[in-house]
């Protein structure tokens, strides 16, 4: 069989999540579904939604933070957008794949339409879609030329929604995601809203890949060793190196978790920072030591004009935020704030300086220099990443980052968000304990069960 057979393979066996697979899909569940609450009031999320309106009227779906529903589509184009605009989002970093945004707001839309869902079948199927964007990153040797985020987020999400909604041929379905690709790093090197709004086409895009399969149509089933497919134009690596581990490596559990809106390239000086607490006026200059991705993606210059997207991105800005708050809040990513001359100064005194790691795509090890105003000097070592599997926030620094995303988003409709989000995602409407036992779970018996007996919606 070939890797995408059995990548496909993969979609369609019965699986039983170990526990600590579970336990990972669950927290990275509450986490995404908190982020995407806060972007709910982000900027760009007016225009995002009245944009949405204007493609047809439906209640399919939820949109995460507010209480309006759209069609199914149109919710995870929202939701999309909203998961990722703050650069909140959970990222796989070996894969450099943000796995779970364009997943979870696609599956998230096709459980709502459903009616809702077993609570195993959906973690199963967010823990498969997860795997498959990440592993497409993990199988690539190039560096970023196409957002992968996006463009393997697609094929994650479209194949997750399948599997939940029982769509076959998966080839089909995996073709037409695969044909809806699209989204490249020229929105992240300007630092433009256009990076969110490509997550948010990813997720609309899984969407109508399945519901096109379910209308008849068909797409190329080559679509990811083909002499035109995914390995040959959007990436380069071997399918293979990813797909002889699957079932035995579950992706989801090496996701990180973000404790700062801002861009994952930033978090280890970030942390760093945060864990040394300098008086900013003791600090003559900071020396950040850090692989080629991480000097590309957030080592920008600060600007007199910078965007909310754009500072998100630069890091000499955000040390200087760090340095002078004690955390990112978005809030402060305002013109007067980014044009204050004292925070430019603070941000001026951080030098990025590449090392020599020879890969392209890491995020790690880092080494921050600190010089201090009486001659001191402090260096750490930065071998991982905080939020990392290997690094992972304390309850209080995930209790802290879910303060605030709840704050962010005001008042949330539906409490279970940030109360109980495998229940929020799973049981979109308040139902009886009699009548949720006969809610739709997984249709297709080809796709079999999980043997787990999962627990009934409340």
């Not at 926030?393 to 995930?398: E, F, G, M, R, V």
């Not at 980052?401 to 008042?411: Q, S, W």
């Not at 009548?435 to 796709?447: E, G, H, M, N």
């Amino acid at each position: 069989m070939s890797a995408t057979g059995d990548l496909l393979a993969f979609v369609r066996a019965d699986h039983k999540l170990p526990v600590e697979v579970r336990d990972a899909a669950l927290h990275l569940l509450g986490d995404t579904l908190a982020v995407g609450a806060a972007g709910s009031t982000a900027p760009g999320a007016d225009g995002v939604l009245k944009a949405a309106r204007g493609w047809g009227a439906g209640e399919d779906a939820r949109l995460l933070g507010s209480a309006e529903r759209l069609p199914a589509a149109s919710a995870a184009f929202v939701n999309g957008f909203r998961i990722h605009c703050l650069e909140w989002d959970a990222v796989h970093e070996p894969a450099v794949v943000h796995a779970l945004s364009v997943v979870t707001a696609a599956l998230g839309a096709s459980i709502d339409r459903m009616g809702g869902c077993d609570r195993d079948d959906a973690l199963e199927a967010l823990a498969i879609g997860v795997d498959i964007a990440a592993g497409l990153g993990i199988a690539a040797t190039s560096p970023l030329t196409f957002f992968r985020p996006a463009t393997a987020g697609c094929i994650g999400a479209a194949l997750a929604v399948a599997r939940i909604e029982g769509v076959e041929p998966l080839e089909d379905v995996l073709g037409l995601a695969y044909s809806s690709l699209a989204g490249t790093m020229q929105a992240h090197v300007e630092g433009s809203i256009a990076l969110p709004l490509q997550i948010a086409n990813a997720a609309r895009a899984a969407i109508a890949a399945v519901d096109l399969v379910k209308a008849g149509l068909t797409g190329p089933h080559d679509a990811l060793e083909g002499p035109f497919g995914y390995f040959a134009l959007f990436d380069q690596g071997d399918l293979a190196a990813y797909t002889r581990d699957l079932g035995r490596i579950w992706r989801i559990a090496g996701i990180s978790v973000k404790p700062y809106p801002s861009g994952r390239a930033s978090h280890a000086v970030l942390g760093t920072l945060a864990e040394l607490a300098l008086d900013p006026a003791s600090v003559d200059a900071i020396e950040a030591h850090v692989p080629p991705l991480i000097a590309r993606l957030v080592g920008r210059p600060v600007t007199d004009a910078m965007t909310p997207a754009y500072a998100r991105l630069c890091l000499p800005m955000l040390a200087a935020l760090m340095l002078t708050d004690g955390r990112i809040d978005p809030r402060r990513f305002s013109a007067e704030t980014l044009a204050d001359p004292a925070l430019q100064a603070l941000a001026d005194k951080l030098v990025i300086t590449v090392d020599g790691n020879p890969d392209f795509n890491a995020l790690f090890p880092q080494r921050l220099i600190v010089r201090l105003s009486d001659g001191s000097v402090i260096e750490r070592a930065i071998p991982h990443t905080l939020g990392s599997p290997d690094a992972p926030l304390s309850p209080d620094a995930t209790a802290a980052k879910r303060a605030l995303a709840r704050e962010l988003a005001g008042n949330v409709p539906d409490p279970r968000l940030f109360g109980e989000p495998l229940v929020y995602f799973t049981n979109p409407t308040r139902l009886s304990r009699a009548k949720s036992r006969d809610v739709r779970a997984r249709p297709s018996t080809s796709l079999g069960t999980n043997g787990i007996g999962g627990d009934p919606l409340p």
